[in-house]
């Protein structure tokens, strides 16, 4: 079982910077990371989900087209937590933001709360 909890979305100008957080606990011991491809998701209002950025087991990154080059996503593995680093807001990226963790090879997706971001323009 994984638990996530997200933290760091807010109200910022277009322009500016927002950090999410995404906490992982889980119920066996050991870096989340061994095991699940994390990653954060958005939802927009009357929009579909979408993804923004994963990191896989091995570190590598991918981006939504949208969001290269403006976003960033990292990792703590002392502390399993990933990072969305944000910059250049637009207003477009107002949405509730959500953090997914998959097991690696499995359908087994966890989700957590989402946390709203808000650019104003």
């Known amino acids: 079982q994984v638990q996530l909890v997200e933290s760091g979305g807010g109200l910022v100008q277009a322009g500016g910077s927002l950090r999410l957080a995404c906490a992982a606990s889980?119920?066996?011991?050991?870096?989340?990371?061994?095991?699940?491809?994390v990653g954060w998701h958005r939802q927009a209002p009357g929009k579909q989900r979408e993804l923004v950025a994963t990191?896989?087991?091995?570190?590598?990154?991918h981006y939504a087209l949208s969001v290269e080059g403006r976003f960033a996503i990292s990792r703590d593995n002392a502390k399993n937590t990933v990072y969305l680093q944000m910059n250049s807001l637009k207003s477009e990226d107002t949405a509730v933001y959500y953090c997914?963790?998959?097991?690696?090879?499995?359908?087994?997706?966890?989700w957590g709360q989402g946390t709203q971001v808000t650019v104003s323009s």
């Open positions: 990191l896989t087991l091995g570190g590598t990154t």
């Open positions: 997914n963790a998959r097991r690696y090879g499995t359908n087994l997706n966890y």
């Open positions: 889980k119920s066996t011991s050991g870096s989340i990371f061994s095991n699940y491809v």
